[in-house]
């Protein structure tokens, strides 16, 4: 399978524990974002990276949530402290665009990380 | 205002109907545009890209209207496995990268 992966597919933990979640994106894609998305609600956009670079990050993110590429293949987000709010289906996405490029953007999703906080 | 809005449904429609459903904009600066598709507990799959132009792929039309920042996805003879929610995708320029919000989706529920 060459699309997006994410491990692990379901993660349950009490309030107040950390947790970290992995993607994988489709190999020569050079951008990676991270989003959140509840139930009847579409994707919020989380955070992004451009090779390794983090660019940008949304205000949802608090300083509880972390992410890295640390060579600029796979990222992982890390939420610590975790509280019943974060709940969540966590999803990831890749797609590959040059930089500058006005050609559209069109991501690729993983299945997504399902994050049930007690 | 939201930066994307959808009329959330559902929309339940037979087998066979035609249905429409719009998306509005509030960035007129707004470049690419997008539908997308998600079954229920599934990820979102790209539906079809929207162009200036408008664009057909099968049973499925979308168009753009700029002047009034919206964007329409018309689904003609409905199938039960059109069932699902069609997500409204934006982008533009912000800062020297394209920026990307969706919508909160449509959900379409095709009866037999």
């Known amino acids: 399978d060459t699309g997006v992966s994410q491990d692990p597919r379901h993660k349950i933990t009490k309030r107040g524990q950390n947790v970290t979640f992995r993607c994988d994106p489709i190999?020569?894609?050079?951008?990676l974002y991270w989003y959140r998305q509840t139930l009847g609600q579409g994707p919020e956009f989380l955070t992004y990276?451009?090779?390794?670079?983090?660019?940008?990050k949304s205000r949802l993110l608090s300083d509880r949530f972390s992410a890295e590429r640390p060579k600029g293949s796979f990222s992982t987000l890390e939420i610590q402290r975790t509280e019943q709010g974060d709940s969540a289906m966590y999803l990831c996405a890749s797609s590959f665009l040059p930089d500058g490029s006005l050609a559209k953007n069109i991501q690729y999703f993983g299945a997504g990380t399902r994050l049930s906080v007690l | 205002r939201k930066e994307v809005e959808q009329d959330p449904g559902p929309f339940n429609v037979p087998e066979g109907a035609t249905v429409a459903f719009n998306c509005t904009y509030s960035?007129?600066?707004?470049?690419?545009f997008f539908w997308y598709r998600q079954d229920c507990r599934k990820e979102p799959k790209l539906l079809m890209s929207v162009y200036s132009s408008g664009n057909e792929d099968g049973r499925f039309t979308a168009q753009l209207n700029r002047a009034s920042q919206y964007i329409s996805l018309l689904i003609r003879d409905s199938k039960l496995s059109d069932s699902a929610t069609y997500l409204c995708?934006?982008?533009?320029?912000?800062?020297?990268?394209?920026?990307?919000?969706f919508g909160t989706g449509t959900k379409l529920q095709v009866i037999p």
């Open positions: 190999s020569e894609h050079n951008r």
């Open positions: 960035n007129s600066a707004s470049q690419s």
């Open positions: 990276f451009q090779n390794e670079a983090q660019l940008e």
């Open positions: 995708v934006v982008s533009f320029l912000s800062g020297g990268y394209q920026k990307v919000t």
